[in-house]
């Protein structure tokens, strides 16, 4: 009779519910360190090297500037440690800038995160 | 002798305990707060003033002077009289998707899964459909052919009650149906089997065994049908506010309205207690109209 | 067959256990002041803020907060009220707060703003008269907003308009010209009185002067409530103006298919976030002709239960000048009551977020010309009399002349009763 | 049992639920877009559709502490139905004095709207020293109307030949109800679930009126985070719903499967 008590579909699917929250939290754990790196090229598709990449949230419509990096020689940039879920990237050097900031959007807050499209320094100014 | 009377004074004691939480829940909650506003509509009161005997001022106020109470009676009623359309809808549904048919339990899912979503969000959704400009409705009447310009459903003195029936069937018509359902499932199928040995069609089954013994629960549809006219307040409150004039108002929008935006609690009060005295009449009704006790059916066997 | 006998011993055992955890949660009672707000869940930062502002002063006093959204914020105000534990400050909308302070709900600040001179001088004296009933001050102004004219430029292009009416008959007919299929030229919100600068701007009076009778009824009000029921039949004006409440009519600006909105300033950040279409080019701010407009500002009112009033109109000062007043309006996207932190915003905004400048510049304008704030004692009682009637003649249920009689009638009777 | 053809079935339940999933499908999708609703023309594909706005509903509110609340709550609440509404719906189904003094008290008290018993409601709460607590949010429902009268019918339907048999056997009434009625009485157990848990978890203006604790609130409450006037939260205020509606579908889900014909008959054997 415990059998029945214990072991019903309630149970079941409130255990199964438990298991995969448990297990995703655990993906969690070893993938938030707020890694989030990409990369910036110009028009042509070269990449530049020592431009300024600046993270930022929006707080009602305003942006605040989070963290800002400086891309290495062959324009790759790496944000560690940072603790948002929705945030923008934004790319200049000198006057070039991308041509508008780019939204970020991640599942948990820090999720580590490789950009596969580049940022396109000077693109439309 | 004596051992039938202790018997039955402890079969009472018995009864007495059966009923007790479920009591106790409701002196609590429902008859002290029914009390409160009975005494409260007797009375000038608001939260800061200590209270003064008024007599029957608010129930002249109410009768005499208030034609909003009386519009908002009608629509009451009106709402009221529309419970039996999502009934039948609700019981023709019930019927399907008790047959043996293949995804039932997926098809009484979604029938059901109106009653649960949160009414703000699906309020705001209606009244896009119904929307005289850029509504989904007006949208399809139009692409069809039927009309050159949008109807202003909710705009329109005469349609709006009847559209926020419509999304208010459209709500609770799953809960009817589980209602109806438990009541389905408590025939047992030997007297349809028997039924079927005697040779009776299947609107003859339906007339002499399904609907007697589903009335008790055809009775609480009923009682929730005549509730759920003046406790559907969500989703007037969120598509029409009561509005356009006091065309949507039911007497709960309107009793809330007056006691908490215009603080007139005592007013309010007395408008409860002419709501409830009118309803449990109406309540009353329903269950001499269904046999009494509820609606008790016995089973005969 | 013991089956359901254990079933059911655990199940009571387990269900006896949790009653006791959810009984032996106790409360307790320490030296606290509340804080109600008024739907601005997102204002934690700033909040903390001025809490610990607060706590510099009066270390020994803590801050409840709690905030609650329009539609329930006076259940519970009131609820707390009769129980005898109203949270002390208050965040209020609109007109709510006379109902209160007319029957002695709320304490009279006019000692402490006499006082304190250096607090008072900051702030507008114009928008803190709002707060003034029967001579008595009650609150001060948290955020500021009112009714301002916003115009969609693409559609006014489309239609070959130049710029905003200049004239309430040019509003009408700019409206008549952008109207067409799922398109509509005019719209207004209409909660508390936001629809009046329509009338005010035709020489209508709610009230006379003493605000014991209704003034409404006269032959131009009758003949402004016709215009505007022709203009909503034909389309020119959204029915939603009259029926809705915000977000239906701020959704349906953002959409595109309308050409004006009558609405308060923060409408503009809501269809901004809503719609990429929106910037400066694109959407013009401006005044309604003659300027007319009403506040819909929010105030901070101390409760009459206050238990530490000094320590209270302390909280409020902090909320409302100088930097506790600067961080509400970074926080929230709006300007204060504080002249020299609206300076600071500015500068703040247009760095920031240029679009919406030209949007609050309205707001410091033509405060000369508010309308709809009337302090009579029962103004939501006058407003349930009056709209639904109003109603009745904008949607052609009833003629303007008879809805306004009624409306007449109605309202004189809310004047007289008890 | 008998042969009928199928499709005709099929064919009128999709035309229906077709109809009741329209406005359900704008919320899903608004839930998936964010786009604005009053888009003309409407579209009914959604646009890149993705799952961020549910990301955002859970950082926005603390949306882990407040479902765990609702849980509690919901918990007590269904326990306490099947509990309470089964002892009182058999009392009804028994003969005793009083007993349409009863009916029509019980009649009487779903005639009171909530809404009007607020003020009264919080200090009788007040008193019993259950503000801020999940007692406190549960008391009121504990025990439900429609629910006792669901019981009451099922009990009804339970043939009196089973009751008098056990009776002969010496069976007390408790022992009855939990070995023969109850068993009998799956799918109204199975309503019983199905509504005390939505009633409770949906339950919006009576944790609102309780509870002043961040961390008391309940699914509901966090309602108001998603309806700011300043900012645009359609989507995250879609996805919120949808979050909050899932776990009624869960329980419905698994509760309806007790609404199978014939198990009266199947348990009467044993």
Redesign the interface.
């Known amino acids: 009779?415990l059998k029945?008590?214990f072991i019903n579909?309630?149970t079941m699917?409130f255990t199964v519910t438990i298991v995969v929250a448990l297990l995703w939290n655990l993906f969690i754990l070893f993938n938030d360190s707020g890694i989030l790196s990409g990369r910036v090229v110009d028009r042509n598709n070269q990449p530049v090297a020592d431009a300024r990449v600046v993270l930022s949230e929006k707080t009602?419509?305003?942006?605040a500037p989070r963290d800002e990096v400086k891309t290495d020689q062959n324009g790759y940039f790496r944000f560690e440690g940072h603790r948002l879920?929705?945030l923008y990237l934004e790319a200049m050097k000198g006057d070039a800038r991308s041509s508008s900031s780019r939204e970020v959007?991640?599942?948990?807050?820090g999720q580590n995160k490789k950009l596969k499209e580049p940022l396109v320094l000077g693109s439309d100014r | 002798m004596s051992i039938i009377k202790r018997k039955r004074t402890r079969e009472l004691l018995l009864i007495g305990f059966f009923l007790a939480p479920s009591l106790i829940i409701f002196i609590l909650y429902r008859i002290i707060p029914l009390i409160w506003n009975g005494i409260l509509s007797f009375e000038f009161w608001s939260p800061y003033k200590p209270a003064e005997f008024a007599g029957l001022y608010h129930y002249q106020e109410m009768l005499f002077y208030d034609d909003v109470f009386w519009e908002v009676l009608l629509n009451t009623v009106i709402f009221m009289l529309s419970s039996p359309l999502g009934i039948l809808l609700a019981l023709g549904i019930a019927l399907l998707v008790n047959a043996p048919i293949r995804g039932r339990n997926l098809y009484r899912t979604i029938v059901f899964m109106s009653y649960p979503v949160m009414t703000v969000a699906v309020g705001i959704i209606w009244q896009w459909l119904y929307n005289e400009k850029v509504g989904l409705i007006n949208y399809i009447l139009m692409s069809l052919g039927f009309i050159d310009q949008g109807i202003p459903f909710l705009e329109s003195f005469n349609l709006a009650l009847p559209c926020v029936i419509v999304a208010s069937i459209w709500q609770v018509v799953g809960f009817y149906m589980i209602v109806l359902l438990t009541g389905l499932q408590n025939i047992p199928p030997s007297l349809y089997e028997s039924a079927a040995i005697d040779g009776a069609n299947s609107w003859q089954r339906f007339k002499r065994i399904t609907l007697p013994l589903i009335r008790p629960s055809i009775f609480i549809c009923i009682v929730i049908g005549i509730i759920n006219s003046f406790t559907n307040f969500d989703l007037v409150f969120v598509m029409t506010q009561g509005g356009p004039g006091h065309a949507t108002d039911l007497l709960i929008t309107y009793i809330y309205d007056e006691a908490f935006k215009l603080s007139k609690f005592d007013y309010a009060a007395a408008l409860t207690v002419v709501n409830f005295v009118f309803f449990l009449g109406l309540a009353l009704l329903a269950n001499k109209l269904s046999g009494g006790e509820a609606g008790a059916v016995e089973t005969g066997d | 067959m013991?089956?359901y006998e254990?079933?059911l011993g655990?199940v009571l055992a387990f269900f006896s256990i949790l009653l006791f955890m959810t009984a032996s949660q106790g409360m307790t009672e320490d030296k606290k002041l509340t804080v109600l707000t008024w739907n601005i869940p997102?204002f934690e930062e700033g909040f903390n803020q001025w809490v610990t502002a607060f706590n510099e002063i009066h270390p020994d006093i803590t801050i409840e907060r709690l905030d609650k959204k329009g539609s329930e914020w006076s259940t519970f105000y009131q609820t707390q009220v009769v129980a005898g534990t109203a949270p002390d400050i208050i965040d209020v909308q609109g007109g709510l707060w006379l109902e209160y302070a007319s029957k002695g709900g709320l304490l009279d600040i006019t000692d402490y703003l006499k006082r304190d001179t250096d607090y008072t001088e900051r702030i507008y004296p114009e928008i803190l008269g709002s707060w003034v009933f029967e001579g008595k001050n009650y609150g001060v102004p948290l955020y500021i907003s009112k009714t301002l004219l916003f115009y969609n430029k693409l559609m006014f292009k489309e239609a070959g308009l130049s710029g905003p009416p200049a004239s309430f008959d040019e509003l009408l007919s700019f409206a008549q010209k952008m109207a067409q299929g799922e398109k509509t030229g005019f719209m207004t919100l209409n909660f508390d009185w936001l629809y009046w600068p329509l009338f005010a701007a035709n020489g209508i009076e709610l009230l006379t002067p003493d605000l014991k009778k209704a003034a409404f009824n006269t032959p131009e009000a009758v003949a402004l409530v016709e215009k505007l029921a022709e203009a909503t039949a034909s389309g020119a004006i959204n029915k939603i103006s009259w029926t809705g409440r915000w977000v239906e009519p701020n959704g349906a600006f953002a959409s595109g298919t309308v050409g004006m909105l009558h609405a308060h300033a923060p409408a503009f950040?809501w269809f901004?976030?809503k719609a990429d279409w929106v910037n400066e080019e694109t959407v013009g701010a401006t005044h309604l002709p003659g300027g007319w407009s009403t506040p819909n500002s929010h105030a901070l009112l101390i409760s009459k239960s206050v238990k530490y009033p000094d320590a209270a109109w302390d909280f409020v000062k902090i909320a409302t000048s100088g930097a506790g007043a600067e961080a509400l309006g970074?926080?929230?996207?709006n300007l204060t009551g504080d002249k020299i932190v609206n300076e600071q915003l500015f500068s703040y905004f247009e760095k920031?977020?240029p679009a919406?400048v030209p949007v609050l510049k309205t707001q410091l304008e033509y405060l000369d010309k508010l309308c709809g704030n009337w302090p009579a004692a029962k103004d939501a009682e006058i407003k349930e009399a009056f709209y639904p009637e109003l109603q009745n003649a904008l949607l052609g249920q009833k003629s303007a002349q008879d809805a306004l009689a009624d409306a007449e009638k109605k309202v004189n009777r809310v004047l007289q009763k008890r | 049992m008998h042969r009928y053809p199928h499709w005709p079935f099929h064919v009128t339940l999709s035309t229906i639920c077709a109809l009741m999933l329209v406005p359900f499908i704008w919320v899903l999708k608004t839930s998936l877009t964010g786009e604005n609703i009053f888009t003309y023309p409407p579209s009914v594909l959604p646009q890149d559709p993705?799952?961020?706005y549910y990301?955002?509903v859970w950082?926005t509110i603390p949306f882990f502490r407040y479902l765990v609340n609702s849980f509690l709550v919901s918990l007590i609440v269904v326990v306490a139905n099947i509990v309470f509404n089964a002892m009182a719906g058999y009392a009804l189904t028994r003969e005793f004095i009083g007993k349409k003094a009863i009916i029509i008290l019980f009649l009487s008290c779903m005639m009171i709207p909530f809404q009007v018993t607020i003020i009264p409601a919080y200090l009788i709460t007040k008193e019993l020293g259950l503000l801020n607590t999940h007692l406190g949010m549960a008391l009121p429902v504990m025990s439900t109307i429609v629910c006792i009268f669901v019981f009451k019918a099922s009990f009804d339907a339970v043939p009196r030949s089973l009751i008098d048999a056990a009776r002969i056997d010496g069976l007390p009434d408790w022992k009855i109800i939990f070995k023969v009625m109850v068993p009998l009485s799956q799918s109204a157990i199975a309503t019983n679930i199905i509504l005390a848990f939505i009633w409770s978890w949906n339950n919006f203006l009576w944790p609102l009126v309780i509870i002043r604790d961040q961390h008391m609130q309940t699914l509901p409450l966090g309602l108001s985070r998603f309806l700011t006037v300043?900012?645009d939260t359609t989507g995250a205020l879609y996805a919120f719903c949808i979050m909050v509606l899932i776990p009624g579908l869960?329980i419905f889900l698994?509760a309806q499967?007790q609404f199978i014909a014939g198990l009266t008959t199947g348990a009467a054997k044993g």
């Open positions: 009779m029945s008590i579909r309630y699917t009602l419509l305003v942006t879920y929705h959007r991640l599942y948990f807050k | 013991k089956r254990k079933r655990l997102y950040l901004k976030s970074k926080g929230t996207n920031e977020l919406v | 993705h799952l961020f990301v955002d950082y300043v900012e869960v698994l499967r």
